[in-house]
């Protein structure tokens, strides 16, 4: 049975055409979204808050979708929150191939940085990496590779959205998780980050064993693009933000295709991850297509969608 990494990030937001310019200005092609009645009930939002969107990469499989919500309505995930803290999807990533030109162009399109881009070295990689966030809370993590080249086509400016991360609590319960829906881990550290690395995610303040992470990859086929990244602190228990509940801004969700769909929800089912399903399998009018989907709230609360597959 294949399986393949997210393909697609939903976002939830008040600032629609700042959000999808961002995306267009970077070549990505985009498309008005209707709110279905499916898309209002699947989704969790309002259909009178007003259109969404579809943002399509140039080259990548890679979507956005974007979902309206009031300017009341209240971030999920404040911008004021500890970066280190557990609970739901974290950020995004993006790679770049300038840093000073990302931090530049970013700004100008209503994200404010969270760090410097700082150097660092893990493995035999040489990176520069920065956070950032906008005013939905939605935080996106932007590397530039300095060594060696990355493999495969060159980009223009910015990359597709490659991995998404999660702060977790329990790391290895959350792996569980994963592995239910056929991610497998493919790099597992735990340690100091290495290098400045420690300045990401605001670790620095902590000396010892106290700022020591374990970070691990997960992805079907041991493959970068599609990924989802999960951080912890062995050493430091912090509060976890409430599971995500619908109505609110921010990352919303990771939608995943599945070869499989209909076997992935009976193994859900029979498992001991059965009260984690948040939707249960249908075919939907999500706008741009009709889809056979079901979505699922991992431990501490990250939402992914799982979807038939293309072809399938």
């Not at 599945?258 to 948040?278: M, N």
Request: net charge negative.
């Amino acid at each position: 049975m294949t399986r393949l990494g997210f393909t697609e990030v939903v976002m939830t937001t008040a600032h629609m055409p700042r959000l999808a310019g961002f995306y267009g200005a970077l070549g990505w092609s985009d498309s008005p979204l209707a709110i279905t009645p499916d898309i209002a009930d699947y989704f969790d939002c309002r259909p009178g808050d007003g259109r969404g969107c579809l943002l399509k990469h140039p080259v990548a499989d890679c979507t956005v979708r974007l979902l309206p919500a009031p300017a009341e309505t209240p971030p999920w995930r404040p911008l004021d929150t500890e970066l280190i803290v557990p609970g739901g999807l974290f950020d995004i990533n993006m790679r770049t191939n300038d840093s000073d030109f990302a931090v530049a162009f970013l700004r100008e399109h209503g994200w404010s940085p969270l760090t410097d881009p700082v150097p660092w070295q893990f493995g035999e990689s040489s990176v520069k990496e920065f956070l950032c966030i906008q005013d939905d809370g939605i935080v996106m993590a932007v590397m530039q590779r300095i060594s060696p080249p990355l493999p495969g086509p060159a980009f223009d400016r910015m990359s597709d959205i490659f991995n998404a991360t999660q702060i977790v609590q329990d790391h290895d319960r959350s792996l569980a998780f994963l592995q239910v829906l056929g991610f497998q881990p493919f790099v597992d550290f735990t340690g100091p980050l290495p290098g400045e690395g420690p300045r990401v995610l605001n670790l620095q303040e902590h000396s010892d064993e106290k700022g020591h992470i374990r970070l691990t990859i997960s992805h079907p086929e041991a493959l970068m693009q599609g990924s989802i990244e999960m951080i912890s602190t062995p050493h430091q228990q912090r509060p976890t933000l409430s599971p995500l509940n619908g109505g609110l801004r921010g990352l919303t969700a990771l939608r995943i295709p599945c070869a499989d769909l209909e076997g992935v929800y009976a193994g859900l089912l029979a498992s001991t991850w059965v009260d984690h399903l948040h939707k249960p399998l249908a075919r939907r009018d999500l706008g741009d297509t009709e889809q056979l989907c079901f979505s699922v709230l991992s431990p501490e609360g990250a939402r992914l969608d799982l979807f038939q597959a293309e072809g399938s």
